[in-house]
């Protein structure tokens, strides 16, 4: 038996729209351990998020579609599931954290009706039951009174408190796999520790395995385990938080770390922080071969052909034609 609950193996999912095909993703593959966090980070418009509802099988057709790969979990290739076999795998096995609580919260429910809906969507219980196993499930994600809050509506709560429903409607089936999307983006940053440590926490309780979304390296480094960097539709860098964060190899990955806020340990440096230049292109725009070389400050006319992934330490996977010399730091000098 696999030791990866889930594996993505060269996923392609496409739009097909009046500008033509867009390769939103175009050949991802990472796994995810049981009892593993991986952390899929990049800009927006990287893909990310189309990968996660990829996996949920959740992507608007028309105009979008999975055209080509495997998403294995346990094993079975969720792709060729039937929609009701996706209607007991999502929320069950597999749940998710959306961006927004703000709007992913039906507003004109209850809290507490949505999470017994779950529960009574996937668990062989009454009413009664699924309350109360709903009340402890706000309980445990650290919402006071929950027996009076159960009975609010997502109006009454700050942004806080609606993220921390979202985790307790997530994990009301205790899910073999968490996929959290950018929960914490719209989150004050003291809030967004308490959501980090609960999240661990309960990972840790429930011994699930979590995909964590992010555009926040501190996040990643704070609760990964393992780390896929995106761009443009496909994984440039792929590896343990040790290793990439020690020892960058794609020129993406080392200009996302040079454009962190950095301290000396004497003063304070004053200087305009790095930039990357550019944007990352729309699909219909990407360039062929390296899809980051239009931005990259190490490109040659060798990166207009399409570099392979290749494994460079063990474990530590680089799609780039000069992975050595930007682990030397001579890339670092050009910047």
């Not at 096995?93 to 809290?111: G, Y």
């Amino acid at each position: 038996m696999s030791e990866y609950l889930l594996e993505i193996k060269d996923l392609k999912t496409h739009f097909f729209t009046d500008d033509g095909v867009l390769p939103s993703v175009d050949g991802v593959s990472y796994a995810i351990k049981k009892g593993e966090t991986l952390g899929v980070v990049g800009e927006s418009g990287s893909g990310k998020s189309v990968t996660s509802l990829s996996i949920l099988r959740l992507i608007p057709s028309p105009p979008g579609k999975i055209v080509g790969g495997e998403i294995l979990f346990e094993g079975r290739d969720i792709t060729k599931f039937s929609e009701e076999e996706m209607r007991q795998l999502r929320g069950n096995d597999i749940s998710m954290i959306f961006q927004e609580p703000m709007t992913s919260l039906n507003p004109v429910f209850t809290v507490g009706d949505q999470i017994v809906e779950a529960i009574l969507l996937h668990q062989d219980v009454e009413y009664p039951e699924a309350r109360e196993m709903a009340i402890n499930m706000l309980e445990r994600v650290g919402i006071p009174s929950p027996r009076q809050r159960i009975d609010e509506y997502p109006h009454q709560m700050s942004g806080g408190m609606k993220q921390r429903v979202m985790i307790a409607m997530a994990l009301a089936c205790r899910p073999k796999l968490l996929i959290a999307d950018e929960p914490t983006t719209a989150l004050d940053v003291t809030i967004q520790a308490q959501i980090l440590e609960l999240l661990n926490e309960l990972k840790d309780e429930f011994g699930m395995s979590i995909l964590f979304i992010t555009h926040d390296l501190g996040v990643v480094a704070e609760t990964c385990d393992q780390v896929a960097v995106m761009y443009a539709g496909k994984i440039v860098e792929y590896g343990n938080v040790e290793t990439i964060f020690e020892n960058p190899a794609h020129p993406y990955t080392h200009g996302l770390f040079h454009s962190l806020p950095s301290f000396e340990s004497s003063t304070i440096q004053r200087k305009r922080l790095y930039v990357i230049p550019g944007m990352v292109p729309r699909p219909q725009d990407f360039p062929t071969g390296c899809r980051f070389r239009t931005r990259c400050p190490f490109a040659t006319e060798k990166c207009s052909t399409q570099p392979p992934t290749e494994e460079i330490e063990p474990g530590h996977l680089v799609a780039c034609w000069f992975a050595d010399d930007v682990q030397s730091g001579k890339l670092k000098e050009e910047i």
